[in-house]
């Protein structure tokens, strides 16, 4: 599926199928940090009229789920499509939606506005660090002093391979061979989304006093369904990178066979018993008073 307008880049689908990878993503990532905001920001967001912005937030389970626990915040989910959100009838009281392009400045409406900012799994609709460092920049010019941006994404080379050690070792993480041949065929999708250190981003950014980033602990029972979730999204990846491919008359005989290779590659690991999950991250950001 092609980018809805010029100025989207987010290369995912956003149909029925696409929803349904936003919820097996919700469950397995709350699985695994446990929360949905920071221990640090929870005392925050349970202040009465609290407002908190879900950026990118997609068909808004993750603030659907917010809502839920915290009923007296003032949560807002926006997206630069609305295609996901669900009817307006269908949500709680307290969450609403609206449009909005993350790499352009905000409306004056949401400037200074928000005390948590929460922003999860953007960085396939970003491409280079300065793409990063803009929504950092107009994110942060929505919070209010002392206010918080929670990010989390993948981190390169965005899938780990995983054994018994249970290490997240990042000599063993880099891109496997199945995901070299992906990323040769799709011009650097991966390596362009991925190559980026958001802490620093967030530290030279010069709006927060205190950063820090947890890297969620591996779970084993959770294993098993990050490697079928993460076999889904390759899928998608790859059938989305073959029809761009396709459409813009881009697609060689030479590019089809390295797509065809790293299938081949990953359906090997996995029938050898290979497990993979995504290699997330979580930064936390304070913007100074
Ligand atoms: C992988 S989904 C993640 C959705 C949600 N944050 C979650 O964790 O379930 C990425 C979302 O980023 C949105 N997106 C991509 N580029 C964007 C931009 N420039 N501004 C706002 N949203 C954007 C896409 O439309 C998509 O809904």
Known sequence: MAPETA???????RDFDASVRLYGQHFLTTKRTKWLLHPKVQRLAERSGVKIADVATGNGIWASELAEQHPNANIVGLDISDRQYPPAWTCPENISFDLYNCLEPPPDKFVGTFDIIHIRFLAGGLRGIDNFAKVVQNVGSMLKPGGYLQWQDAMAPGWILVDKS?????????????????DRASGGL?????????????????LFEKVETINPDLVPRLLRYETDFAIKVFGEISGQVRGMLNATGRMTAEKSQ?????????AE???NGGLIVYKTAVVLGRKAE
């Open 7 to 13: 100025k989207d880049q987010y290369f995912l689908g």
């Open 166 to 182: 249970l290490e997240i070792d990042d000599s063993k993480t880099e891109l496997a061979n199945f995901a070299e041949a992906f």
């Open 190 to 206: 991966l390596k362009g989304s991925l190559n980026y250190k958001l802490d620093e981003i967030f530290e030279t950014s010069g």
């Open 258 to 266: 390295e797509l065809d290779e790293s299938e081949r590659l990953f």
């Open 269 to 271: 690991y996995l029938a």
